[in-house]
């Protein structure tokens, strides 16, 4: 399970990677078609648009996935053993809760019903742009799993 988190870690890193590397290319050349050839691009904009939301939802999947998100940790520093295994579990399957069914199910939902509305400046299904709700869902649930696997691993140790 470890390597395949890792393997997820890395093929989200060099996809944030890429969506930034072309939001990049897409904002110079709308400066460059704006500026300079004073026609601006419509494409480049809702495009730059879409990658902004698409790199949202995959890097807060990463951090979530990573342990590297906000968290309020007044409760969880003053649980000791058991206690705090189980509330640390009780978060986890809440989580899962919450991206099975907004995340996968609702995201699956909306990504079919948009699949008929198209963008109007990239004549693109809208379910597209929405198809990345779906995925980080199943990402954030497989994380959740490998989360708690490893709290009930600590706790075996402990014991």
Not at 103 to 119: E, K, N, R
Not at 132 to 147: H, S
Request: include cysteine.
């Amino acid at each position: 399970m470890k390597r395949l988190r890792n393997a997820i870690n890395k093929l989200v890193e060099v996809f944030s990677v890429l969506l930034i590397a072309v939001m990049v290319l897409l904002v110079l050349w709308q400066v460059v078609a704006r500026y300079m050839l004073n026609s601006p691009s419509a494409f480049s904009e809702a495009l730059t648009r879409y990658l902004f939301v698409w790199l949202v939802l995959v890097t807060a999947t990463y951090a979530f996935g990573s342990r590297e998100h906000m968290y309020i940790s007044a409760l969880n520093d003053k649980l000791r053993g058991g206690v705090k295994t189980a509330v640390g579990i009780g978060i986890e399957a809440l989580t899962i809760l919450f991206a099975a069914c907004v995340m996968i199910y609702g995201g699956s939902s909306i990504t079919a019903m948009q699949m008929v509305s198209l963008d109007s400046s990239l004549h693109i299904p809208m379910g597209i742009v929405y198809a990345i709700i779906p995925v980080c869902g199943v990402i954030t649930v497989f994380y959740c799993m490998c989360n708690i696997a490893e709290e009930l691993g600590r706790r075996k140790e402990s014991a």
